[in-house]
């Protein structure tokens, strides 16, 4: 390789592409029903299997797009949804600001390229990674979900009905799941407490007086607010800022066994 | 309603209707980081920005663990304390979605 310091040569290496992939195993199911049960509204709302995949690959966005497809008509209401998508996705600024250390010291394209498969999913898996600086790995998972989420709306679009009701077998449950384990997984300590009280605090009062997703900006918002109230001088990161860690030694996975039943 | 099935027709309004959502959903997502690019590294901001993944995580599944009402809470609860003691994201998410299941099936029929 070359001077220490310098630019890794590969941005998105395969096999961090391929582990990304495998981390987002466990969501396989509950992405598969609901992309299915996507592609039965579709039906029902006068949408052709083409357009709702190129929806389902362009938007990528699993809320905004039952909300968007459930109002969709003859005479499509296109401010309507294309509002409306906006107001469930604002959380996206939140994420991608958060992706920060993912893309430190990445060129422009690689931002550019890495940030459309971005779904809560593949970025709450790669943010409780150890290494975070592996925009392939955000990229893996993305474009397994991608591939799941349009396979659903398939499968759904085609059988037009008689998908099984995915509350019975609690797979509406594993979005909370897998969310409120990899909350567990970004615990960084003590300074975290007031933040993370807030946010849930925030989000319990949204979710009570607010429409829709606004509970999540409630929450976050409140995070926001007390993080910056509550630093202090010497909160200041003592560890050095992390060169992009060249991904070659396998990074140190397991720690958190994110990887299905490794 | 359009006849079924309805595999390749891309009516127009659609196409653009669906361009707008794109185009926003994406703004965001490429404007976010780029915004956060523009903040210090250091300091009270990227004290902020750190903290910001676990806020936003913690306000998706809060309200959503609620509105499953206390067999949700309770399957939360399961998958959180799995996940601190085993480190198992698959081994979690199998011990709250059976727990939320089991219940379910009890709930409805007692």
Sequence with gaps: MSRPGSAPTRHFDADTIRRGAL????????TMIFGAVLGVLATQRGLSLGELLFMSLTVFAGS??????????????????????AVINLRYVLIGASLRPVFRGRPLW??????????????????????????GFLL????FLGIVWATGNTIGYLLGGGIPDPNVYAL????????AALT??????????????????????????LPGTWSILAGAGAGVVVAALTWRKDMDDTAPEPEIAADTFGAPEGTYSTEAGK | MM?????????TASVLTILGMAIVTYGMRLGGLLMADRLPQHGRWAHV??????????????????????????????????MALARNLFAAMAVGMILVGVGRYFIANS
């Design chain 1, 140 to 143: 893996g998972g993305g474009i």
């Design chain 1, 23 to 30: 981390a987002c195993l466990p969501l396989l199911p509950s």
């Design chain 1, 172 to 179: 509406d449950f594993a979005f909370t799941a897998v969310f």
């Design chain 1, 64 to 85: 905004a797009q039952f909300v968007s497809v459930d109002l969709w008509r003859e005479t499509i209401p296109a401010a309507t949804i294309i509002v409306a998508t």
């Design chain 1, 184 to 209: 567990v997984g970004m615990w960084k300590g003590r300074v975290d407490l007031l933040p993370w009280l807030a946010a849930a605090i925030g989000s319990l009062i949204g979710h009570y007086t």
């Design chain 1, 110 to 135: 690689v931002k550019i390229c890495g940030m459309h498969m971005v779904a809560d999913e593949n970025w709450a898996v790669t943010m409780t990674q150890e290494n975070l600086a592996n925009p």
């Design chain 2, 49 to 82: 920005l750190e903290r910001l993944p676990g806020a936003v995580l913690i306000s998706v599944w809060i309200p959503s663990a609620l509105s499953a009402g206390s067999i949700g809470v309770a399957g939360a609860a399961a998958t959180v304390i799995t």
């Design chain 2, 3 to 11: 006849s079924f099935p309805d595999l390749t027709t891309f009516s």
